[in-house]
């Protein structure tokens, strides 16, 4: 019978540095005031022995947990998923905050919380107190939500709110969604559209009012009217038919419209085609997200691209950093979004 192979153990990387326990365990714990020479003999101990240190006893040799929690709104995520429509939003957060988490020897855990129930205290409590989070990153809308924001520096825990610049605590991001809408504008006001509607998102989510904010912006400063030329939808993709119907039933007609997301654009895409309007000849489109929905939509969609994975990292590496180094209020993060052209945009018919 073979023999199991010999765990690696603290005490193995010790006798292999020849350090003390303490010196190994303040290294695999990346505590301050370790001499960077010191540091780097430890670790290729680490390396040369394999040694992989063990989250429980990691967690009770002190106060952290490793573990970095993501919250994602309940209704919407679940809804995306059971319709198979889904975007990659999940997908591009866990990306982007999982990667980084490794780096630094934590793991994410992503939880799904529905922002406007009545047990909202109750159940954010209750995966803290499940998970004992070293940190928590809040999406939209959760990051706006004053409840959510209030319980959690009630509770001293180190947050981080992506999409919210909205008073309160936490360590804010933004993807500058009005120079992002702006973007779009500028981009169909280039190709000579005069009658440029805008598809926004819901209220609850701060975003979408900066969105519209970006593309009034450009249409004022280009002289442009944008009266009746405003619909909101949920982001779902009905909302997006129901937009579309909307904008393209006016005696002066949309040739152009920005959509504040993927599935609402698939929603407009759908009425064009039923109305006889070509894309991107009678019809131009710009999208926000660029989910693979997009690059595979016929014609591909022209798209603002959304650096979730980016901003999630970020995230990530602020939490832990004001962990170690507290910072008190900070200034907001941002990191652009961009725009990828392709094959719905064209000059003004």
């Keep these: ?43 290729e101990s680490i390396d040369r022995l394999g040694y992989v240190p063990s989250l429980a006893a ?16 309940r209704e919407r995520t679940i809804a995306e998923w ?13 990306l982007g905050g999982m990667l980084t988490c490794a780096e630094h020897g934590y793991r994410m855990i992503i939880e799904l919380i529905d922002t406007h129930s009545d ?16 940190g928590i990153i809040l999406t939209p809308p959760h990051s706006g939500n004053s409840r959510i924001v209030t319980l959690l520096e009630d509770q001293g825990i180190s947050f981080a709110r992506i999409g919210s610049l909205r008073p309160g605590g936490g360590i804010k991001l933004t993807m500058d969604d009005d120079r992002a ?14 009658r440029i509607g805008f598809v926004a998102g819901p209220a609850d989510y701060e975003l979408s ?35 579309a119907t909307q904008l393209l039933s006016l005696d002066q007609r949309a040739t152009a419209l920005v959509v504040s997301n993927d599935q609402m654009t698939l929603g407009v895409l759908e009425v064009a085609r039923e109305r ?50 507290s910072q008190g209020d900070a200034a907001p993060v941002t990191i652009a979004a961009g725009i990828v ?9």
């Excluded at 990691?58 to 709104?73: E, K, V």
């Excluded at 059971?82 to 866990?94: A, F, I, K, N, P």
């Excluded at 603002?304 to 999630?312: D, F, K």
């Design 1 to 43: 019978m073979a023999k199991r192979p010999r765990a690696i153990t603290i005490r193995h990387v010790a006798a292999d540095a020849g350090v003390s326990l303490q010196t190994v365990s303040r290294v695999v714990n990346k505590a301050p005031n370790v001499r960077p020479e010191m540091m780097q003999r430890v670790q």
């Design 58 to 73: 990691q967690r009770m040799a002190g106060a952290h947990s490793y573990f970095i929690l993501a919250l994602n709104d």
């Design 82 to 94: 059971r319709s198979r429509q889904g975007t990659d939003w999940v997908d591009q957060m866990l």
């Design 119 to 134: 047990q909202l205290e109750r159940e954010l409590l209750a995966a803290i107190a499940a998970v004992q989070p070293d």
């Design 181 to 194: 809408a702006r973007l779009a504008t500028e981009h169909l006001i280039g190709l000579g559209h005069r």
């Design 209 to 243: 009012g900066w969105r519209v904010d970006g593309w009034q912006a450009a249409m004022v400063d280009a002289g442009l009217d944008t009266t009746d030329l405003l619909a909101t939808g949920d982001f779902s993709h009905g909302s997006g038919r129901t937009a």
């Design 276 to 325: 006889g309007l070509a894309v991107p000849r009678e019809l131009s489109l710009v999208s926000f997200d660029d989910t693979p929905a997009m690059r595979h939509a016929d014609p591909p969609v022209t798209a603002i691209v959304q650096p979730i994975a980016e901003v999630a990292s970020c995230a990530v590496r602020l939490i832990i950093e004001e962990r170690r180094h």
């Design 341 to 349: 052209h392709r094959q719905t945009t064209a000059p003004a018919p």
